[in-house]
């Protein structure tokens, strides 16, 4: 999630981005073997972004805590968010720390919520995968560590997650 919300960030410069080998490969897409097909998590992040596609990005800071990597400091947690037509806000988070829940506090400025709802990517272990003995051991599931009071929304990240919330007026 990372890496897309990266890019929808800097949806002024980046115009398109794309993986270059979608399956069989390292960081696949998909898996195959003879008759047999396996949707990795690496898919379910992208089926889960895809609602920013067509969309107006919304420019958001986030407060977050920081852990450290190799001696750096990082955020825990980045944040992407869009707007679509039917005036859906779409709101994407990845919990980076592997170790720790964070807890995520973002002003929705002058957009009322009337309803929130998410889906959430995420699994004991940051190496799990799917495989074609446990095909479904990380898929997404319905997410409800969210909660809009006034203008904020709280989000209760789980360690090594994907997020993505949808926010209607």
């Keep these: 999630g990372i890496t897309l919300n990266i890019f ?7 115009r398109m981005a794309n ?3 979608t399956v069989n490969v390292l960081q696949a897409v998909i898996l ?3 008759e047999k097909m396996v949707l990795t998590p690496t898919y379910h992040v992208m089926e ?11 420019p958001v800071q986030v407060i ?11 955020p825990a947690v980045s944040v992407s968010a869009s707007i ?4 859906k806000m779409h709101v994407s988070l990845t919990n980076l720390d592997n170790t ?10 002058s957009f009322k919520v009337s ?40 989000v209760d990240m789980p360690k090594n997650s994907v997020v993505v919330l949808e926010l209607s007026e």
């Design 64 to 74: 977050t805590n920081d852990f450290m990597v190799d001696g750096e400091r990082i």
């Design 115 to 154: 309803k929130v709802t998410g889906r959430i990517l995420t699994s004991p272990k940051v190496q799990d995968g799917n495989t074609f003995d446990n095909p479904t051991k990380v898929t997404p599931k319905a997410f409800s560590g969210a909660t809009v009071s006034g203008n904020q929304l709280s």
């Design 32 to 34: 195959t073997k003879e």
């Design 48 to 58: 889960m972004y895809k609602v920013h596609q067509d969309a107006t990005l919304v």
């Design 19 to 21: 993986l270059a080998q």
């Design 8 to 14: 929808n960030n800097n949806a002024d410069r980046v």
């Design 84 to 87: 679509d037509k039917a005036r």
């Design 100 to 109: 720790a829940n964070q807890k995520v506090e973002l002003s929705l400025n």
